[in-house]
C-alpha cells in the first residue's frame, strides 16, 4: 500500500460511530476531475470564474454559460470514481459516514456512497432561471460550438434552463448548509479532503467541529488555512490516503 496512516488515527476512526466527510474538488482530482485553484491545473487558473460562475454571467452570455456547463458534464461523465470515493463508501459499511461535499459531479454517488448534502448543488440538475421549476436538458448535448457556446434549453414557461449549481454570489441549496453543521455536531470525527478551506459558509464547517472539541484530520497534499488547527494533518492524496485509511480499521 505504501502510505502510513499518522500515528493514532486508525484508533480514532476506529472508535467514531459517527463521522461527517467534507470533500471538495481535489477528491476528485485523482478520477481526472480539475480543482478550481490548483496552479496550472485549476480551473479558475484557466477560466474567468466572474464570466462563467455568477448570475451576471448568465444574464450577460447565457449560451456562453450552458456551453461551459455542458464540458464540465461531459468530462465528468467520461471520469471514474477513484479508490478514494471507494474506500469512503466501505466505511460506510462500518460506521455511520456522512458526506457533505462541495463539488457538483456524481462520483461519491457512482461509487456507492449516499451523499448528505451537495452544498454547491448538482451539475447534472437543471432548474428554469425564471419560474424555478427544475428541468431537464442537464445531460451533456451535441458538441458544443467552436466557440464554446451551446443555446441553453427553453423552460414550458419561456424562461431559460439553467445550470443547478450554486454561483458566486448565490446562496447555497434550502438546508444544505444546516443538514452539514447539524452532521458534523452530531459526529465523533470530522474529515476534510481535497479543499483549500477558502470559500465559506463551507469552511465554516471544520471551525464549528473544532470549536466544539471534535477531532477533524485533513487529507491534503497541500497546506491550507486549517492545517495547523486540525488534530491530525495528513498531507497525502485522498486516493492513496482514505484506502489506507480504511485498511487500517480492519
Ligand atoms: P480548490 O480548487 O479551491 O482546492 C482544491 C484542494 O484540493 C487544494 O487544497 C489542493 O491542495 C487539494 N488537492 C489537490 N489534489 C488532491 C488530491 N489528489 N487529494 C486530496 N486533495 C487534493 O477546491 P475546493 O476547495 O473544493 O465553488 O473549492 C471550493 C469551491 O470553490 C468549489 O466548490 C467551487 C469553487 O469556486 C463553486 O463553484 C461555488
Same mark, same amino acid.
Given at each position: ?5 499518522? /500515528?493514532?488515527?486508525?484508533? *480514532?476512526? !476506529?472508535?467514531?460511530? @459517527?463521522?461527517? &466527510? %467534507?470533500? $471538495? ?9 480539475? @480543482?478550481? !485553484? ?20 448568465? %444574464?450577460? #452570455?447565457?449560451?456562453? +454559460? ?6 464540465? /458534464?461531459? *468530462? ?14 466501505r466505511?460506510?459499511?462500518?460506521? #455511520? ?7 457538483? #459531479?456524481? *462520483? ?13 448543488? #448538482? ?6 432561471d ?10 451533456? $448535448? ?7 457556446? @451551446? ?11 439553467? =445550470? $443547478? ?7 447555497l ?10 452532521s458534523? *455536531? ?8 481535497? @479543499?483549500?478551506? %477558502? +470559500?465559506?459558509?463551507?469552511?465554516? %464547517? ?8 471534535? =477531532? ?5 497534499p ?7 488547527? +486540525?488534530? &491530525?494533518?495528513? /498531507? ?15
Open positions: 500500500m505504501g502510505e502510513q496512516v499518522p /500515528r493514532g488515527l486508525a484508533e *480514532l476512526a !476506529r472508535g467514531s460511530r @459517527t463521522v461527517t &466527510v %467534507l470533500s $471538495g474538488a481535489g477528491m476528485s482530482a485523482e478520477s481526472g476531475v480539475p @480543482t478550481f !485553484r490548483d496552479a496550472q491545473s485549476g480551473l479558475w487558473e484557466r477560466y474567468d470564474a466572474a464570466a462563467l460562475a455568477t448570475p451576471e454571467a448568465w %444574464l450577460a #452570455d447565457a449560451a456562453l +454559460v450552458w456551453g461551459w456547463y455542458q464540458w464540465r /458534464r461531459s *468530462l465528468v461523465r467520461a471520469c471514474e470514481p477513484n479508490a478514494g470515493h471507494r474506500a469512503l463508501a466505511w460506510a459499511r462500518l460506521a #455511520d459516514v456522512r458526506i457533505v461535499t462541495q463539488n457538483v #459531479d456524481d *462520483l461519491h454517488e457512482r461509487a456507492g456512497s449516499a451523499v448528505l448534502a451537495h452544498l454547491h448543488g #448538482d451539475l447534472f440538475a437543471s432548474r428554469c425564471t419560474c424555478g421549476q427544475e428541468a431537464h436538458g442537464a445531460e451533456p $448535448g451535441p458538441e458544443v460550438a467552436q466557440d464554446g457556446r @451551446t443555446p441553453p434549453p427553453r423552460c414550458e414557461c419561456g424562461g431559460l434552463v439553467r =445550470p $443547478g449549481v450554486v454561483w458566486f454570489g448565490e446562496a441549496p434550502p438546508d444544505a448548509f444546516e443538514a452539514g453543521m447539524r458534523v *455536531l452530531d459526529s465523533h470525527l470530522v474529515v476534510v479532503v481535497g @479543499t483549500s478551506g %477558502l +470559500v465559506q459558509p463551507a469552511a465554516l %464547517l471544520p471551525d464549528i467541529a473544532l470549536r466544539s472539541g471534535i =477531532p477533524v484530520v485533513e487529507i491534503n497541500g497546506p491550507t488555512p486549517l492545517s495547523t488547527d +486540525v488534530d &491530525v494533518s495528513w /498531507r497525502a492524496p485522498a486516493a492513496v490516503a482514505l484506502p489506507a485509511l480504511i485498511e487500517a480499521l480492519g
